[in-house]
């Protein structure tokens, strides 16, 4: 006699229906910030025809990069659980060495001074790296620490003068274009490509977000936590270096000045993309679409005439807002 089951299927055939599919918290801000950026195209394009003309669509295309590629780098920082707020110093630390180097230190090749220039980018995340996980100095007080650092090297270094670089062929990173898009722009994406398959199809991205989601429980596992948050700031300080040569090459000159308030644009970019500020969430696209909105808030306000001081206020409000917006999704994801 075989034996019968007292559970009965459930009625309707309803075992057969997969549970309803909800969109993941990336994607939902994801498609928030696009619906946030469409209002701002609207909203420019009916306040100055000259925000959608080509040319102004090419400048913003061209210059998105000194803030993008630098928001990758604090992407991983964050996701890591930490936060460098010395990006801005280290891209005019990195224009002062390499126009120094190239007008006052006896080296001809523009490259080997860029490379140079590549490299003291790199070493000032790599002493963030050592005072953060073996001094443990709390992050922000130690990129605040190197950002006076870099910022008074830079003035050091060039006795607070400007200098100009004139090198056509270092002057394409930042001006030139192939087949009609900026080289700047080419390049930013291909390093979001990259960093993009990193953060998602290796261990070492897998790791960073198990090290931003708990340090603990990371190094429980295996994960060695102190190098991978050194990696994560010598790649930021490496990248900042980046966008620091392309302002460089756009400007046609070097500043001990430049790149004044970049950290917080790129923070405030990378946390409005859904990088949360604890630790152990973000994206590298979220970061893209943040970019892309900070960038062209300012084009917008620049072509309505507003006063600098009024985007100053822009800038700190979208701060605000992108820090209070991180709030708001960890409670909600806390509850779900």
């Known amino acids: 006699m075989s034996a019968t089951s007292n559970t009965l299927p459930p009625a309707n055939g309803s075992q057969d229906k997969a549970p309803p599919r ?66 801005g110093a280290t891209a005019a630390l990195t224009g002062v060495v390499t126009s120094v180097l190239l007008l006052e230190g006896g080296v001809n090749n523009i490259w080997v001074c860029a490379i140079i220039g590549l490299i003291s980018g790199g070493l000032i995340g790599a002493l963030n790296g050592f005072l953060v996980t073996r001094v443990k100095i709390n992050p922000l007080i130690t990129t605040l620490g190197t950002y006076s650092i870099a ?24 001006r030139g274009s192939i087949a009609g898009v900026p080289f700047s722009l080419i390049l930013m994406l291909a390093l979001y490509v990259i960093f993009f398959l990193v953060l998602n199809h290796t261990a070492f991205g897998r790791n960073l977000y198990a090290i931003g989601g708990s340090r603990d429980a990371a190094r429980l596992s295996g994960i060695r936590v102190n190098r991978h948050i050194l990696a994560t700031f010598v790649i930021c300080g490496v990248l900042a270096a980046v966008s620091g040569l392309i302002n460089v090459s756009q400007l046609g000159s070097s500043a001990p000045r430049s790149a004044v308030g970049l950290e917080f644009t790129v923070i ?56 209070g917006f991180d709030q708001v999704r960890q409670r909600f994801g806390q509850r779900k």
């Open 22 to 87: 909800r969109l993941s918290m990336s994607m939902t801000t994801n498609l928030s910030l696009l619906a946030i950026f469409a209002m701002m195209v609207l909203v420019f394009s009916l306040a100055t025809p000259n925000f959608l003309k080509w040319e102004n669509v090419v400048n913003i295309a061209s210059t998105i990069a000194i803030v993008g590629i630098a928001a990758i780098g604090q992407t991983l920082v964050l996701v890591a659980g930490g936060v460098d707020i010395s990006v």
């Open 151 to 174: 910022r008074g090297l830079a003035f050091v270094l060039s006795g607070g003068q400007t200098n100009l670089l004139n090198d056509p062929g270092f002057q394409f990173i930042g």
């Open 268 to 323: 405030a970019a990378v946390v409005l993309g859904g990088t949360s500020l604890s630790g152990g969430k973000g994206t590298l696209v979220g970061t893209l679409i943040g970019v892309i909105i900070m960038r062209t808030l300012d084009n917008g306000l620049v072509l309505l005439k507003v006063s600098s001081f009024y985007q100053d206020v822009a800038r700190g409000l979208v701060l605000l807002f992108a820090v």
